[in-house]
């Protein structure tokens, strides 16, 4: 108890309250609910029905109305607890409401109305999850196979980033080839060139090479990364050449120099490029747009995007699939952010 | 286990490999690992960066450049053709300078905001906190999720009955439809943004604030150096390199701005949120009446904007490295 | 049987020449020692043996065959790096087992050679350790095995001891005498310290800015440098040089005496000193002085009750004086 109000009580050379450390706490705190807050509520609205996401104000909980099927009426009705004229609670199904007054009946006894002021009945609630948000776009929608897409893309892409780009890396660390000084010219150069700047063009020579459409379409216009080939470089510049050396002289192939030496050795790099590649992938969003037209090639953030987009927003099932779509970032957040977080700082990648 | 297919792999290239290495030499291998990463790289990087200056010079909906007809600079006439530039309304594209114009707006107000935040949440994470770590995931946090979630995330926040106009309704004062009114709904795009990205640029700028010796503060201090002033005369002094890149960066993503905002506003209402990463995509691939020559010819004035800004990054990058190696 | 021959090889890294045709012929059997000061080209002139670089011209052959533009890996030589490049990635079985595997041995003669080199350099008990969990020596065997195992025509060694504190250095050197005496192969070592250079070598070859300054058994280089270089890199500490008129009766311009060839003269004395600065190092004095303005070091046996500002009489023995013309060069 004593570390924990230490710590919660630490001040800035302990002479007193200074602002600062007051800002602190207070940017601090609102930073945890600013970038926690909104992905919380995304989690905890997924879980209501739609009759409890229209309410206001919104409740914490997901509550459903209980409702009860009665005699005499087709649908289900919904139950209220009403206080009677007599002081009595008793529990009544509602069949209508005029303006203040609501028609009410007894499910024990259904044949009589009774006429109640809208002021003196609360809905008879009960906590739910409605699961049936998640189950529903997955089996009924094509949930299944957006999420599908989205894992064969980023799986392929990160694949094949990661063997592409160490490729050209060890190339460019550890040979003096002619040329060399030209090829890192053209990928400095092309790292001012974003995918926005050359969007038609690009559109063009996916469309004569028969990929759009596809998936591979997607996939490998993304996968020589500039970044991802500087960053792998600069670490295996600092693997010593000896190594190399021993290895030519211990009868290994080049190849086996790459594969056998090279690459376990850069293994810590590549981590890293794999979990950005990962989270780049999974995030795509515009290329894919305009790549994919078909709907059962979506990918999730594409898919999401056009259900979102329709005229009538069901928003019970966009939340729950925006939460499945959270769902490897904020994994990878969990297991991995101090790997990101100390590669950033180290390389400047995004 | 996982690593028997990458031996088996490794065995069977091996041959064929040194057949390849005894042919072409140690720097035929060379060539040999650049070039997948190459061929790639050219063939939907460079190839779609030369003949997007082919496609601005061409007129007509077709896709292939052959079935396209040659207009000359047509395209970048008609965006050019203007009463007044400043004046949307005078223009033949009145959205392109609508986008342009949104644009610049947006960059200037996000830019500002964005580094303002960074460098105050870099500075605090720098203090003498405990769990600092644990602290700077919280603002990486939303840096890491996609777009489209940014995007639905506050949608689903700022809508006309969401968490935000309830929480302000709770206060007592009134709801407002943060997404309808087109100045909210302006600032609704650069908040959104700013939540989105500011995590990340709070790290570059935390590892610069890392990296400036204790000592130097310890002798400031042994001076009794006032805090504000060991502010702006150690501390950003010191920390102005990263704070440009961090600068330049912002700026270069502003104005590309597309994804998070298409998704939270689409653009709206009307035209309000509508930038110019949007105005390409629309005009290009969305609309019914698509010009890919008109899409090209914009993207390659938003690529020149992104080339000087490029360039100032590199220069800046440059500078410093010649200070640090003096 | 292995006899390295080297014709007019040089190697020029642009417009810089590193090696200036060098001829050189390495017998077989023999521990040949690469010495110079660093920048000698003595590490380059080992990598273009081994493979690892090619010579810009000359010819380089082993037992009469050209291997001038055979790679690295087909000449059947194996080499112990200055910093061990051990793949720190592997165990120190893996590692003395790579090379092996890449010539497609078989598993069990693989097994039956690191056992065997195991036992030779005891590193049994680290076989499944990983370099990183080694200690510099340790590592120095496991280096020096996974030559050991290749069983190369000859060996090539780059400073293997420079990254050992001098104990260590001191057991290593006389171990690997030993294994060289033992394996009685042909063995190439690279280093700038004259040191290991006298202890280990059949042969010394000096460098220096890429030419061969002598070639010779560690006494011939001690006894009769041919020329000044030499002269002044053989031996610890450095020879005195004295302009030949400061010492009577010499030929030559320049004269060269060993501090340890200078004595106490008890009765004639040959040259009189200001003594500076007196090390007493118990079982021998160094004592350095100046005669006329020019610096002399004088090691004397035992010790003596010398101070700074005495003047103390030297002398020597006439056959220990070297003496050398303009050009530097010996003259007998």
């Not at chain 1, 980033?161 to 490729?167: A, C, G, K, P, V």
């Not at chain 2, 207009?71 to 965006?79: D, I, K």
């Not at chain 2, 005078?90 to 610049?104: K, M, P, Q, Y």
């Not at chain 3, 041919?226 to 610890?236: E, H, K, R, T």
């Amino acid at each position: 108890m004593r570390n924990v109000s230490a710590f919660l009580l630490r001040r800035r050379g302990g002479r007193g309250w200074h602002w600062t450390d007051i800002f602190t706490w207070f940017w601090l705190i609102a930073g945890f609910l600013v970038m926690f807050g909104p992905a919380v509520w995304l989690v905890n609205s997924s879980f209501k029905t739609p009759a409890a996401l229209a309410e206001f104000p919104p409740t914490i909980l997901p509550y459903v109305t209980a409702e009860t099927v009665v005699e005499g009426y087709d649908k289900p009705l919904p139950l209220y607890e009403v206080k009677l004229p007599d002081g009595t609670v008793q529990v009544l199904a509602e069949v209508r409401r005029i303006g203040i007054v609501a028609q009410m009946v007894d499910p024990e006894n259904p044949g009589e109305i009774i006429k109640v002021n809208i002021q003196d009945r609360t809905p008879k609630r009960s906590v739910s999850f409605a699961f049936d948000n998640y189950v529903r776009p997955l089996v009924v929608n094509d949930f299944v196979l957006y999420l599908q897409n989205s894992v064969f893309v980023t799986v392929m892409a990160t694949l094949i980033t990661l063997l592409t780009n160490s490729m050209a890396a060890f190339a460019l660390s550890k040979y003096n080839f002619r040329g060399r000084s030209a090829v890192m010219m053209l990928i400095v150069a092309t790292l001012m060139v974003p995918l926005s700047v050359i969007l038609v063009p690009l559109y063009s020579v996916i469309s004569a090479m028969g990929l759009f459409n596809s998936l591979w379409g997607v996939i490998l216009p993304t996968v020589a990364t500039p970044t991802g080939v500087f960053m792998l470089r600069q670490y295996m510049l600092t693997i010593p050449d000896e190594l190399i050396d021993a290895a030519r002289m211990d009868k290994a192939s080049e190849w086996q120099i790459y594969w056998r030496i090279i690459l376990p050795l850069t293994a810590p790099a590549l981590a890293v490029l794999a979990i950005f590649s990962v989270v780049w992938r999974w995030n795509d969003f515009l290329w894919p747009l305009i790549v994919l037209s078909r709907k059962e090639l979506y990918t999730l953030q594409v898919g999401l995007n056009t259900y979102a987009g329709e005229l009538n927003v069901q928003w019970h099932y966009i939340l729950a699939m925006t939460v499945v779509t959270m769902i490897p970032v904020v994994l990878v957040f969990v297991f991995l952010q101090r790997f990101i977080t100390t590669g950033i700082a180290g390389t400047g990648l995004k | 286990m996982i690593l028997a297919p990458v031996g088996w792999l490794a065995r069977v290239l091996d041959p064929p490999l040194r057949a390849l290495q005894r042919v072409g030499g140690r720097n035929g291998m060379a060539i040999f690992f650049v070039a997948p990463n190459m061929l790639i790289f050219g063939i939907f990087v460079l190839i779609p960066l030369v003949i997007n200056f082919a496609y601005s010079m061409t007129g007509g909906g077709a896709l292939f450049l052959g079935d396209r007809i040659f207009v000359g600079g047509e395209q970048y006439g008609r965006l050019f053709d203007c009463g007044n530039y400043l004046e949307p309304n005078s223009c033949r594209e009145d959205l392109f300078w609508t986008a342009v114009w949104n644009t610049v707006f947006f960059v200037v107000l996000q830019v500002a905001l964005m580094v303002g935040v960074a460098l105050i949440t870099a500075l605090i994470l720098n203090r003498d906190l405990k769990a600092r770590s644990f602290w700077r995931a919280v603002f990486f946090f939303p840096v890491l999720l996609s777009p489209v979630v940014v995007g639905l995330i506050w949608r689903w926040i700022l809508q006309r009955q969401g968490l935000l106009n309830y929480m302000i309704y709770e206060l007592g004062f009134d709801p407002i439809n943060w997404l309808v009114e087109r100045n909210w709904a302006f600032a609704a795009a650069i908040s959104v943004s700013v939540w989105a990205h500011m995590g990340f640029y709070a790290l570059i700028l935390l590892a610069g604030l890392q990296a400036i010796p204790k000592d130097l503060y310890e002798a400031a201090e042994m001076d009794g150096t006032r805090p504000a002033r060991v502010f702006w005369r150690i501390t950003l002094p010191l920390l102005a390199p990263n704070l440009l890149v961090v600068l330049v960066l912002t700026l270069i993503r502003a104005v590309q701005i597309f994804d998070e905002v298409y998704v939270l506003t689409g653009g709206g209402p009307g035209t309000s949120t509508l930038f110019i990463t949007q105005y390409i995509y629309e005009v290009g691939f969305a609309s019914l009446l698509r010009n890919p020559g008109l899409a090209s010819a914009a993207s390659i004035l938003m690529g020149a904007v992104l080339v000087v800004l490029t360039l100032f990054q590199l220069g800046i990058a440059r500078r410093g490295e010649r200070r640090s190696a003096k | 049987m292995s006899r390295i021959t080297l014709t007019d090889v040089s190697r020029s890294f642009g417009s810089v020449k590193v090696l200036h045709d060098i001829n050189l012929d390495i017998r077989d059997g023999e521990l040949i020692v690469f010495v110079g000061p660093s920048g000698c080209g003595k590490s380059t002139l080992l990598r273009l043996i081994a493979g690892l670089d090619r010579p810009t011209s000359g010819k380089i052959a082993i037992n009469g065959e050209d291997v001038t533009r055979v790679a690295a890996a087909d000449r059947g030589l194996a080499m112990v790096f200055q910093s061990y490049a051990l793949y720190p990635h592997m165990s120190v079985r893996q590692n003395l087992a790579f090379g092996l595997e890449n010539a497609r041995m078989p598993k069990p003669e693989i097994e039956q050679r690191i056992a065997e080199a195991a036992r030779m350099l005891n590193i049994e008990p680290y076989l499944d350790r990983r370099p990183g969990q080694l200690s510099g020596g340790q590592r120095q065997r496991v280096a020096i095995g996974r030559a050991i195992v290749r069983n190369p025509t000859a060996f090539l060694l780059d400073e293997p001891l420079s990254n050992l504190d001098a104990e260590l250095r001191i057991s290593t050197r006389a171990e690997l005498a030993a294994l060289h005496e033992r394996l009685s192969a042909t063995m190439i070592y690279v280093t700038h310290d004259q040191i290991e250079a006298m202890t280990l070598a059949d042969r010394i070859v000096v460098l220096r800015d890429g030419r061969i300054e002598q070639v010779g058994t560690p006494l011939d280089l001690y006894n009769k440098p041919a020329n000044l270089f030499v002269a002044g890199f053989i031996g610890a500490p450095r020879m005195n040089f004295l302009p030949s008129d400061k010492l009577p009766g010499t030929a030559g311009s320049t004269v060269g005496i060993r501090p340890q060839h200078l004595r106490a003269a008890d009765g004639k004395a040959k040259l009189k000193a200001k003594v500076t600065l007196v090390e007493a190092l118990g079982y021998e004095t160094v004592v350095h002085g100046l005669l006329d303005d020019l610096p002399l070091l004088a090691v004397l046996p035992g010790q003596k009750s010398f101070e700074a500002g005495d003047t103390i009489a030297l002398t020597y023995d006439a056959e220990n004086l070297h003496a050398f013309d303009e050009q530097g060069q010996r003259v007998d």
